[in-house]
């Protein structure tokens, strides 16, 4: 069975960091294309880090700079390490498989960032 | 701004077909075979139901079904059901970015 489980979300200052982790399990995080999306309240989705299979990496322009996204094989897991957070980084982050031509068959249930003072 | 077009809300009666759209540009739908549809619940993770222009996931109704037209893509949802009610994006494949999403449009059930 697939399972990807989010966590590392919280409460932080603006200007602090957080990583979050994505710990999949089913299929093989570094064989595969892996994004990071969020969602801000009242927004619509958006992507925000991918990693695909090759090591390719790409981030929406809004955190170009500030978020890293990285994976690890021993523990299967992906990461996305978010520093200079601001209020406009709250939002729930979700993690998800991609496929060929960018659908995402499997999502995690979410952690929610609050970026607040 | 949301790099594809979708209308805020669509609603209908129990039954009735209703269809949102989904309009981008040369750079993305118009130019790729690469569509997809999510539905959100609230509190709940985004779902697959739509994925290259008009392809189902196992497990996924056939009441949902999905075209393109030029740069717009449509989702249609036929015999419209209260477990329907929900959040819709779609996403497409980008000349520019790994992704492109719509803006959302949410599904009233009347």
């Known amino acids: 069975e697939v399972q990807l489980v989010e966590s590392g979300g919280g409460l932080i200052q603006p200007g602090g960091s957080l990583r979050l982790s994505c710990a999949v399990s089913?299929?093989?995080?570094?064989?595969?294309?892996m994004t990071w999306f969020r969602q801000a309240p009242g927004k619509g989705l958006e992507w925000v880090s991918v990693?695909?299979?090759?090591?390719?990496?790409y981030y929406a322009d809004s955190v170009m700079g500030r978020f890293t996204i990285s994976r690890d094989k021993s523990k299967n897991t992906l990461y996305l390490q978010m520093n200079s957070l601001r209020a406009e980084d709250t939002a729930m982050y979700y993690c998800?498989?991609?496929?060929?031509?960018?659908?995402?068959?499997?999502w995690g249930q979410g952690t929610l960032v609050t970026v607040s003072s | 701004q949301s790099a594809l077009t979708q209308p805020a809300s669509v609603s209908g009666s129990p039954g009735q077909s209703i269809t949102i759209s989904c309009t981008g540009t040369?750079?993305?739908?118009?130019?790729?075979?690469?569509v997809s549809w999510y539905q959100r619940h609230p509190g709940k993770a985004p779902q697959l139901i739509i994925y290259?222009?008009?392809n189902r996931p196992s497990g996924v109704s056939n009441r949902f079904s999905g075209s393109k037209s030029g740069n717009t893509a449509s989702l249609t949802i036929s015999g419209l059901q209260a477990e329907d009610e929900a959040d819709y994006y779609c996403?497409?494949?980008?000349?520019?970015?790994?992704?492109?999403f719509g803006g959302g449009t949410k599904v009233t059930v009347l």
């Open positions: 996403s497409s494949y980008s000349s520019f970015s790994p992704l492109v």
């Open positions: 290259d222009v008009n």
């Open positions: 040369n750079s993305d739908i118009a130019n790729y075979n690469y």
């Open positions: 990693i695909y299979a090759g090591g390719n990496i």
């Open positions: 998800a498989r991609g496929r060929i031509g960018g659908r995402h068959d499997f």
């Open positions: 089913g299929f093989i995080v570094s064989d595969n294309y």
